[in-house]
């Protein structure tokens, strides 16, 4: 055989095994991606009841409007949730059910939640308000306004947690909230 078709014949075999290779490289990151990518939230997971709300002065020119719960988990394993970029905190809007994030809420501490066992999470949002002074006689008007604009047309907040799959539904209280929202500094 010539050397020209040995070549030929070795560099063709050569290119069949590295499109074999690519091939089977792909197909296996394509069914990993596919794989994740169906994995449904899971819900079921946790169960979470409104413990109650504080609305502190920040600064003299915001506000933060904290919201507890006792969050339940319903599981064998244990869990553990914190801020950074795979959670996602987001209200259910009272108009439609559409999620919104317009105004940002975060989690106020990691929690840490034991298999069967219940813990307290708060998630706070933080916005601009010109805090009024004590003796302002719309003082407790101002504060209430205040919090029914935040809480205005929504039904609950939603947390996503991307990293394990869950999704945690903390109910509201808003109308109880409404009437009685009081401020404490």
Not at 77 to 96: F, T
């Amino acid at each position: 055989m010539p050397s020209k078709s040995l070549l030929i014949a070795g560099g063709s075999v050569g290119a069949v095994l590295i499109l074999l290779l690519a091939l089977a490289v792909g197909g296996t990151a394509v069914n990993r991606a596919r794989s994740g990518a169906v994995k449904p939230w899971n819900d079921k997971a946790f169960q979470a009841k409104y413990v109650g709300s504080q609305l502190k002065e920040v600064d003299r020119f915001s506000a933060r409007l904290t919201l507890t719960y006792d969050l339940e988990n319903m599981t064998d394993g244990d869990y553990h949730l914190a801020e950074g970029p795979g959670l996602v905190i987001a209200r259910k809007l009272a108009s439609g059910g559409r999620l919104s994030q317009e105004e940002p809420a975060r989690l106020s501490y990691p929690v840490f939640l034991p298999a069967w066992q219940s813990a307290r999470i708060a998630i706070e949002i933080t916005q601009p308000f010109a805090w009024p002074a004590e003796d302002d006689p719309g003082y407790e008007t101002k504060l209430r306004e205040f919090v029914k604009g935040r809480l205005a047309n929504a039904v609950e907040f939603v947390v996503y947690d991307e990293a394990s799959r869950c999704r945690l539904e903390l109910p509201s209280a808003w109308q109880d909230l409404q009437d009685t929202a009081q401020a404490s500094y």
